[in-house]
Each structure stands twice: as structure tokens, then as C-alpha cells.
């Protein structure tokens, strides 16, 4: 849920702690019709297994979309993010996280293409290799996410708008700070900059995902549809359909990079 004023704070973080692992899917309403208005490219859906690391998929995913928007063709692993946390000592031992940890875990220690590490017992590559040139993972990241590229949005009513404050939760354990906005312009942010083709990562209080088009049902309610990272399952091929009035009560915060932020 959104942190209101009238939810306790012990509540909050109980909730926190829910798992992010495959279950029936609480997001897309069952017995809709949907209409695609709008869907953007998007790289294959992805599978994070039994582990809780939905975070670095839907930030990748976010990441990979925004390239792609470009006519930049980039697939990274996710794989190898969980294995580099291994070396934080602020890494729980679920390996749980935020989007925004993805970021700056992709500053530290780099990336590489999904081809190079498909699962989490692949060695590390030391090099990686794109259109003919070398890279280490850390030149590669430099390509994929710029330094400060992108921004977290929060909307929390007990704090000041238009301020930065350190996202207060268990899996923050990178103390990342968001920009606290009211929930009503985060919505339109958000609305826009998929409509403008950029990638969006979305997440409420136990589970993470890209945001990667628009749709509406029979009767005009409108949705956000989301890569998930449980497979390319179900009837939607992995893909879910969130409606934006669950947005304004679910949201915990959205990625996006500060172009679409602030075009």
C-alpha cells in the first residue's frame, strides 16, 4: 500500500518483508477484455525462479526497453548483479533489494549481456564483448546507464513534496534517496513516459516490475501493462495488466531516467 498517515509504521515494514517469487497473479483482474493502445519494445520475459531478486529484472527490463526506444539492442543478465551482491555485507541473505540498488550496484561492479551469464552458476566474465570491441563490465555499464541518468520517485504523504528523502524500508540497504512527489503527478510522470517510449520500473511493497505499455478494457478503465519476471506464462505471455486506479493505492515508487522525468 501507499505510506499514509493512517498506516503504522510496524505495519509497513511487516508487509515489506512479503516474497516477490511466482504466485497467481494479484495484478491482472481476470474476465477483462484488454486493448492494447500502446506497447513498447521490450527485450524476451525473463524467469528470477524461486529467488527474490525481482528487483534486478524489472530495473534491467526498464533499463533495456529505454535502449531499445533508442535502436540500441541491449539484453543483460540479471544473474550477474546477484552474483556480485554477494560481496555486500549489507546484502541480506534473501538477496532482496530495490530498483534503485540495481543502479548503483551496476556503478560498482558493471554488467554484462544476458548471453555471457545465463544463470547464477556461470563464472563472472571478465570481459565483455559488443559490435566487434572488448569492454570490462564497468566500461560496458558507463554504455548502459549513465552516472545520474537515472531518477526514484516516491510519494509518501507524511513528508515534504519536491524533496529528497531516503526511501524507509528493509530493502533500501543502500540508503537510496527518492524525490517525493504527490501520487497524482506521479501517475501522469509515469503515464507519460511510457507513452514517450521510455522504460519504467514499477514496484509496490513486495514485488518489482517494468513498466512497457497502456491498455484499456470493455469498460474504459485504463491500465498499465507490465513485463513480470515469472516466465512467459499465463495468458498474457508474462505480461500483466495493472490497472491505474490499484496505482494510486499500491505505489511505493517508479524509476525512470531523468529525460522522461523532465522532458
Not at 551496476?106 to 556461470?122: F, H, Q, S
Request: proline share 6%.
Amino acid at each position: 500500500m501507499k505510506l499514509k498517515t493512517t498506516i503504522a509504521s510496524t505495519v509497513i515494514l511487516v508487509t515489506l518483508m512479503g516474497s516477490c517469487t511466482h504466485q497467481q497473479s494479484a495484478y491482472t483482474p481476470e474476465g477483462k477484455h484488454f486493448t492494447n493502445e500502446l506497447l513498447n519494445r521490450m527485450t524476451p520475459v525473463k524467469d528470477q525462479g524461486d529467488s527474490q531478486t525481482c528487483w534486478i529484472y524489472a530495473m534491467l527490463a526498464a533499463i533495456e526497453t529505454e535502449h531499445l526506444a533508442w535502436g540500441d539492442s541491449v539484453n543483460l543478465s540479471p544473474y550477474y548483479i546477484e552474483k556480485m551482491i554477494e560481496q555486500e555485507q549489507a546484502c541480506p541473505t534473501t538477496k532482496r533489494g530495490e530498483p534503485t540498488t540495481l543502479i548503483s550496484m551496476i556503478e560498482k561492479y558493471g554488467i554484462c549481456g544476458y548471453d555471457a551469464m545465463r544463470k547464477i552458476t556461470t563464472p563472472v566474465p571478465k570481459w565483455v564483448f559488443m559490435l566487434g570491441a572488448q569492454y570490462t563490465p564497468q566500461e560496458f555499464a558507463r554504455s548502459v546507464c549513465k552516472p545520474g541518468e537515472y531518477i526514484a520517485l516516491m510519494s509518501n504523504s507524511r513528508l515534504p513534496y519536491f524533496q529528497e528523502a531516503e526511501l524507509d524500508m528493509p530493502d533500501n540497504w543502500t540508503h537510496e534517496r527518492y524525490l517525493n512527489i504527490p501520487m497524482d503527478s506521479l501517475l501522469v510522470k509515469t503515464e507519460r513516459a511510457v507513452r514517450n517510449h521510455h522504460g519504467v520500473c514499477w514496484e509496490d511493497e513486495s514485488h518489482a516490475m517494468a513498466i512497457v505499455g497502456l491498455a484499456h478494457d470493455e469498460d474504459g478503465e485504463r491500465y498499465f501493462i507490465m513485463k513480470n519476471s515469472w516466465g512467459d506464462q499465463g495468458p498474457h505471455n508474462g505480461l500483466e495488466y495493472y490497472p491505474f486506479s490499484r496505482f494510486n493505492q499500491e505505489t511505493v515508487a517508479v524509476e525512470m531516467t531523468r529525460e522522461a522525468y523532465e522532458p
